[in-house]
């Protein structure tokens, strides 16, 4: 299973836009980029996933890099809500089967 | 449109009991997988179900089996329990199977204590 690599943990203020970091070097060219969260005594929820182009959706902003070697994830403002612990998964084709690593825990500072 | 659900929430059991946790997906998925999720580690996929048959399966001992009924509903079972089995199970539903940019939906998660 091809691996990803984030940042144990990073801080953000509220109100501030938080880049979360994801290295992905050996990520194969049908690799989907998949982002999902996990709130406090909850199963984790999906946030959004791309393929090669830049993702927008109402919760995110995934942005990959040319290479495809490393993603960002953007969150434009960040409320309390948004703590949480956040994964990056590469989603291969041909399989459900959803490889998590230790994400990046956020906190978000009143 | 219900999410997924999960039961029991929490569950107590001893040492060399079984157990049956059940997974309702999202109606219309067809696919629902299951993971284990420990403080040590992690979140690890268990095995995954489509159309009542086990399409992918995780590093778990025999111990750890599931199914899929025909309504996509599922159950995993872990027999006779271990210590190390306390965890919390999470089930995902998605709509089809093995599509890699399909979202998977979990559901809030059964709280296995195994004394």
């Known amino acids: 299973d091809a691996k990803t690599t984030q940042p144990n943990s990073m801080e953000s203020n509220e109100e501030e836009p938080v880049h979360l970091p994801c290295n992905h070097s050996?990520?194969?060219?049908?690799?989907?980029i998949h982002w999902y969260r996990q709130l406090p005594s909850q199963g984790p929820e999906y946030v959004i996933h791309g393929l090669t182009s830049n993702v927008n959706n109402r919760m995110a902003s995934l942005a990959i890099a040319e290479d495809r070697k490393s993603s960002t994830l953007i969150l434009h403002r960040a409320t309390l809500r948004d703590a949480a612990v956040y994964y990056c998964i590469l989603r291969k084709g041909g399989s459900e089967k959803l490889v998590f690593g230790k994400g990046t825990k956020l906190t978000v500072n009143p | 449109k219900a999410g997924v659900t999960q039961t029991p929430r929490y569950l107590i059991k001893t040492r060399g009991q079984q157990v049956t946790l059940s997974c309702s997906p999202i109606s219309g998925h067809r696919s629902v997988s299951w993971y284990q999720q420990t403080p040590g580690q992690g979140l690890q996929f268990l095995f995954e179900y489509f159309s009542e048959t086990q399409r992918n399966k995780g590093n778990f001992p025999g111990r750890f089996s599931g199914r899929q009924f025909s309504n996509s509903r599922s159950e995993m079972n872990v027999s006779t329990l271990e210590l190390g089995d306390s965890a919390l199970y999470l089930c995902?539903?998605?709509?089809?199977?093995?599509?890699?940019?399909?979202?998977?939906?979990f559901g809030p998660g059964t709280r296995l204590t195994v004394l």
């Open positions: 995902a539903s998605s709509l089809e199977a093995a599509v890699s940019r399909d979202t998977q939906y």
């Open positions: 050996t990520i194969s060219g049908t690799d989907y």
